[in-house]
């Protein structure tokens, strides 16, 4: 289907820093407006709730943020179902996201995990991207970066959605430094230039 005609690609990049933090990136291509939705399932045997910028969700055994980045982002908890065994159920919650974007649009969320006892809290910053050699802001169309502080842990993630730059171009991102589609810089170590280049 063309996209001219309403069609919709629909992309999911995963970025795990181990061991606790996974960064989602959804990306939705079309060239005419849409509503989009996303569905994440809980556990029955914990309970979840929202916060303004994040979703909690808390059982004895496990804790996990879902936080996002990108605003606006509408969220509700709705009843839903689990199965794990055939003509079996379970009563459960579910977060309905949605967003509405005129073409391009994206959707970047943080979940991080931690054991239940933990009173940790996850923090998530978007960051301004923009081009060392042309002197510009990127928009989030092309290219998009957080910065996540957990404890004494700090990371900054850079993703780029589409080819933004010359081979003789570098981003900067909070400070750090580095050209490629998905790079990570551990805040921690002291990384601002280069980065670990997931993809080039």
Same mark, same amino acid.
């Given at each position: 289907?063309? &996209?001219?005609?309403?069609?919709?690609?629909?992309? @999911?990049?995963?970025?795990?820093? #181990?061991?606790?933090?996974?960064? &989602?990136?959804?990306?939705?291509?079309?060239?005419?407006?849409? /509503?989009?939705?996303?569905?994440?399932?809980?556990?029955?045997?914990?309970?979840?709730?929202?916060?303004e910028d994040?979703?909690?969700?808390?059982?004895?055994?496990?804790?996990?943020?879902?936080?996002?980045?990108?605003?606006?982002? $509408? #969220?509700? &908890?709705?009843?839903?179902?689990?199965?794990?065994?055939?003509?079996?159920?379970?009563?459960?919650?579910?977060?309905?996201?949605?967003?509405?974007?005129?073409?391009?649009?994206?959707?970047?969320?943080?979940?991080?995990?931690?054991?239940?006892?933990?009173?940790e809290i996850?923090?998530?910053?978007?960051?301004?991207?923009?081009?060392?050699?042309?002197?510009?802001?990127?928009?989030?169309?092309?290219? $998009?970066?957080?910065?996540?502080?957990?404890?004494? @842990?700090?990371?900054?993630?850079?993703?780029?959605?589409?080819?933004?730059?010359?081979?003789? /171009?570098?981003?900067?991102? /909070?400070?750090?430094?580095?050209?490629?589609?998905?790079?990570?810089f551990d805040?921690?170590?002291?990384?601002?230039?280069?980065?670990?280049? &997931?993809?080039?």
């Amino acid at each position: 289907m063309s &996209l001219k005609n309403g069609g919709v690609f629909i992309n @999911r990049k995963i970025i795990y820093i #181990k061991p606790d933090i996974y960064i &989602l990136a959804d990306e939705f291509y079309s060239g005419t407006p849409h /509503d989009y939705e996303q569905y994440f399932h809980f556990n029955e045997k914990g309970k979840v709730h929202c916060e303004e910028d994040r979703v909690i969700y808390q059982s004895s055994n496990n804790k996990a943020e879902l936080i996002f980045a990108t605003k606006p982002v $509408e #969220k509700k &908890l709705i009843p839903s179902k689990i199965s794990r065994h055939y003509n079996q159920y379970e009563e459960n919650i579910a977060l309905k996201t949605s967003i509405k974007a005129q073409g391009f649009a994206s959707v970047l969320s943080v979940i991080s995990v931690s054991d239940g006892n933990s009173t940790e809290i996850t923090e998530v910053k978007k960051v301004t991207v923009t081009s060392n050699f042309k002197n510009i802001v990127f928009e989030d169309k092309s290219i $998009e970066g957080v910065t996540i502080q957990k404890g004494d @842990r700090a990371y900054t993630v850079v993703i780029a959605h589409e080819e933004y730059a010359s081979p003789t /171009d570098t981003f900067c991102a /909070d400070g750090c430094t580095g050209f490629g589609q998905v790079v990570v810089f551990d805040r921690t170590k002291g990384e601002d230039r280069i980065g670990s280049v &997931l993809k080039w």
